[in-house]
């Protein structure tokens, strides 16, 4: 009998124990793919203990095994170490944006340089090759392949047609004018504005005239940068412009046309702006727009080069007090821009859009047709923010709120609907 009841207490005794050891479990999955955005915590969880290190980012940025340590403290208060590893991998394949059919004249080289556009998430120089066989010097019609394979061995084909001809007719884009009372007819509601942006290349424009055709706000060319001598060039406009669009009444943002090749680069043109702007108040927030596509493959960039330029001029920027926008067409916020925890301009030119990502001004032409100003220009249409979407902006800049929690994709989700609506 004393003996059944002193083995009754050992387990017991251990049976508390073990109920009370701090255990440390791992994701099953510590794969992680270049560039993702995944946090400490979301890779480990302590059971009957607690973080001292607090919850940060990993670095996602290269290839390969990666030593992970972090700080806890047991439930005896014990404070420990703990270590793993973590093995970034590039599972994605890399990205053709091309046409289905090109026509060169015979004689002609095909610039596979520019044509198409071949990228990829990490890698800055993939192999982008024509298969199939074809003759510039003889007409005809040749069905071709495009491929690009990155160091990963991740391959991307697409299918294309190059005809060769003997003349080819140059054509011009011609597209139909767009009337803004139209436009306010088709889209306006109590839950958007009706805008424009303008730069140097809309000459002198009447704002005043502009605000009584409908207008409330204006996004205006601040400038564009480096040229060929590797500054960054005021818009010779812009001085004009934003005087009198304020003076008119009107709401007022900017872009700059960057040409980035760096994230130096990207910081010195967002600080070049805050000299610039010199303390001016601005209504709407400050674009990135990064859109040399054709020159893209001579630049020596990956998808996270871009989009870390991108990040670095708003953080710069953010650091002021100025809010930020991302620029974008469809075809490349699709494919290569990350837009999770960015304001969104989307260019998308049509009648309405199948974008389906949130967004939060949408360029839907550049022949629109403004009273106050000569020739065409774009118009775009601001959707108000609800009291859901600041709430989760608010906390996600404050890093109160993770941006892949639920109840900040709710309150971006919201702002989607509202915006195509």
């Not at 916020?333 to 309405?352: G, Q, R, S």
């Not at 939060?360 to 065409?376: E, H, R, Y």
């Amino acid at each position: 009998m004393k003996k059944i009841i002193i083995l009754i207490l050992v387990i017991l005794l251990c049976g508390c124990n073990n109920k009370n050891t701090t255990i440390i479990n791992l994701n099953k999955n510590l794969n992680i793919e270049v560039g993702e955005s995944i946090y400490l915590y979301d890779l480990v969880n302590i059971k009957n203990g607690s973080f001292i290190t607090k919850n940060y980012l990993i670095d996602t940025s290269e290839l390969g095994n990666k030593k992970i340590t972090f700080n806890y403290e047991t439930n005896n208060n014990k404070k420990e170490k703990y270590s793993f590893k973590v093995n970034i991998i590039d599972t994605t394949p890399p990205v053709i944006l091309s046409n289905s059919t090109y026509e060169i004249e015979k004689g002609k080289n095909f610039n596979i340089s520019s044509n198409p556009l071949c990228g990829d998430n990490y890698d800055r120089n993939i192999k982008c090759e024509i298969l199939g066989d074809y003759n510039t010097n003889k007409i005809g019609s040749y069905k071709l392949k495009f491929s690009a394979t990155d160091t990963s061995k991740n391959k991307t084909e697409k299918d294309f047609t190059l005809i060769v001809k003997d003349k080819i007719n140059s054509s011009s884009y011609n597209p139909s004018p767009k009337y803004l009372k139209d436009i306010i007819k088709n889209y306006k509601t109590n839950k958007n504005e009706i805008g424009i942006d303008v730069s140097t290349w809309q000459g002198d424009i009447d704002f005043n005239k502009a605000k009584e055709d409908g207008i409330s706000f204006v996004m205006i060319r601040i400038g564009f940068g480096h040229n060929n001598k590797n500054k960054n060039v005021l818009d010779n406009k812009f001085l004009q412009n934003i005087k009198n669009a304020k003076k008119a009444g009107l709401k007022v943002g900017i872009y700059f046309y960057s040409y980035a090749e760096n994230e130096k680069q990207a910081k010195d043109q967002a600080n070049w702006i805050i000299k610039t702007l010199n303390n001016e108040k601005l209504d709407l927030p400050i674009a990135f727009d990064w859109e040399d596509w054709e020159e893209f493959n001579n630049y020596n960039l990956s998808f996270i080069d871009l989009n870390n330029m991108a990040k670095v001029f708003f953080d710069t920027l953010n650091e002021k007090g100025y809010e930020t926008i991302l620029y974008g067409s469809a075809t490349y916020l699709n494919h290569i821009w990350d837009t999770t925890n960015y304001k969104i301009w989307l260019a998308h030119y049509t009648t309405k859009t199948d974008y389906s990502n949130k967004y939060d001004m949408w360029q839907l032409t550049s022949s629109g047709v403004v009273n106050g100003i000569d020739g065409n220009v774009d118009i775009n249409i601001l959707y108000n923010y609800n009291v859901f979407c600041l709430l989760g902006d608010y906390l996600w800049k404050e890093k109160i709120l993770n941006p892949n929690s639920d109840l900040y994709l709710s309150a971006q989700a919201v702002q989607s609907v509202s915006a195509m609506y």
